[in-house]
């Protein structure tokens, strides 16, 4: 069984940083795609960044560039996204996800593929103004 474990979640005051974790279990198809997406109560979920692993290319939702991070460390079979400057607009629970490389893109509306095979049960982020 496939099985993603985040990990790296908490609460921190705005301006602050977070590091996220995601190690995949039972997952190991290195050209394939991860990401990580997050749901704020109330609202949709909304793809923040993803990770394309056999190039290392990245994608990120206009919300977040220029201040996260994706990040992969195959030899771990762990992806990281490294979260700074946040906002009280990031407090979410946050989704590691793994899926077919077609899934990796960032449409012209701006928007992250979410259409992954494999979700993680998710980290708690909340940021306090």
């Known amino acids: 069984d496939v099985q993603l474990v985040e990990s790296g979640g908490g609460s921190v005051q705005a301006g602050g940083s977070l590091r996220l974790s995601c190690t995949a279990f039972?997952?190991?198809?290195?050209?394939?795609?991860m990401g990580w997406s997050r749901q704020a109560p109330g609202k949709g979920r909304e793809g923040v960044a993803s990770?394309?692993?056999?190039?290392?290319?990245?994608y990120y939702a206009d919300s977040v560039k220029g201040r996260f991070t994706i990040s992969q460390d195959n030899t771990k079979n762990t992806v990281y996204l490294q979260m700074n400057s946040l906002k009280p607009e990031d407090t979410a629970m946050y989704y590691c996800?793994?899926?077919?490389?077609?899934?990796?893109?960032?449409?012209?509306?701006?928007?992250?593929?979410?259409?992954?095979?494999?979700w993680g049960q998710g980290t708690q982020v909340t940021v306090s103004s």
């Open positions: 996800a793994a899926g077919a490389r077609h899934i990796c893109y960032r449409d012209d509306a701006g928007e992250i593929g979410l259409g992954f095979d494999y």
């Open positions: 039972g997952y190991t198809y290195y050209r394939d795609c």
């Open positions: 990770i394309y692993r056999g190039g290392g290319i990245t």
